[in-house]
């Protein structure tokens, strides 16, 4: 049985200075679904990654990488004549990023209902989603829906991450209605602080709601009760990578049968892990390193 299901895109990352002035950059691939695939098969998961690639050399890159860490890619699909998508991350000021998104027309755009395993689904323990997903056209969000209802119908745990990106979206109206929709079907709910009014009718008591809260933390609300726990007085090399690492230490914990005060530790210690790291996910622990 599959752990966690997971889709969504997988991205190139360039990482540089100003590009105006730099010569040197640093390639990656990334995504934030890719992310969390990569930590909870690190802690010994059994994950699974739909997304579409291009026939090109970052497509393969990313393919490699998932399966280099046991990331279990079955239903992954290349598109020919198709490009990759990519990311461009500039440093500006101290630890701020400025970031371009080059995935107009990317082959991992066009993920579709199509493509959605549901019998995968449907065994799997928890599907996993996210709005950068859900905002990346509609054939995207219709294969985000088609997984959400699938594990719905199989009563299989859906665990959902806002990540509101403003560039994906036409507006903050349309962001405010998908992202709620989703929010108001899963269990799980992971947020930033600034995106709780975002989803505000699906903050309800008997949903598990786990909000990021930056420098000072993070909290869960679970059973009614809140906990909380401080984040890990860390050297920060990027913080890129930080709120997806948080949801696989958290989700990992909670697979593993953990207390909400648990989960939340884990979650830290994956954070603190990412940001430490050039990398959205390289710097991220195995189960004998947690």
């Known amino acids: 049985m599959t752990d ?26 990334c995504g934030p679904e890719f992310t969390l695939a990569v930590a909870l098969a690190r802690l010994g998961h059994r994950c699974a990654y739909l997304g579409k690639v291009g026939d ?9 990488v998932l399966k280099g860490e046991g990331v279990d890619v079955a239903d992954m699909r290349v598109s020919e004549g198709m490009n990759t998508g990519l990311l461009l991350r500039e440093s500006r000021v101290a ?19 199509g493509n959605v395993p549901i019998d995968r689904i449907g065994a799997a323990k928890m599907l996993h989603v996210t709005g950068v997903t859900a905002g990346l056209g509609r054939d995207a969000l219709d294969a985000v829906r088609a997984a959400v209802s699938a594990a719905k119908n199989a009563e299989v745990m859906i665990s959902f991450a806002v990540e509101y990106v403003p560039e994906l979206w036409p507006s903050v109206r349309e ?13 799980l709910l992971f ?42 007085q860390v050297p920060i090399v990027d913080t890129a990578g930080a709120g997806e ?26 954070s603190a892990a990412a940001v430490t790291s050039v990398s959205d996910w390289q710097g991220l622990p195995t189960r004998a390193e947690l």
């Open 95 to 113: 630890r701020d990023l400025k970031v371009t998104h080059y995935r107009a027309g990317s082959a991992g755009s066009r993920l579709s209902p």
């Open 175 to 187: 962001a405010e209605e998908v992202l709620g929709e989703l929010a108001s079907e899963s269990h």
């Open 4 to 29: 966690v299901y997971t889709l969504g895109e997988p991205l190139g990352v360039v990482s540089s200075g100003r590009v105006r002035h730099e010569s040197d950059a640093r390639l990656d691939v």
């Open 56 to 64: 090109d050399e970052l497509g393969a890159r990313a393919l490699t």
């Open 191 to 232: 947020l930033r602080q600034d995106e709780l009014d975002l989803v505000k009718p699906a903050l309800t008591p008997e949903r598990e709601v786990v909000v990021d809260r930056g420098a000072k933390g993070a909290s869960v609300r679970a059973d009614r009760m809140r906990y909380d726990v401080q984040g890990w």
């Open 245 to 270: 690492a948080f949801a696989a230490g958290y989700i990992s914990a909670a697979l593993d049968g953990l207390t909400p005060q648990e989960r939340l530790h884990r979650g830290a210690l994956l």
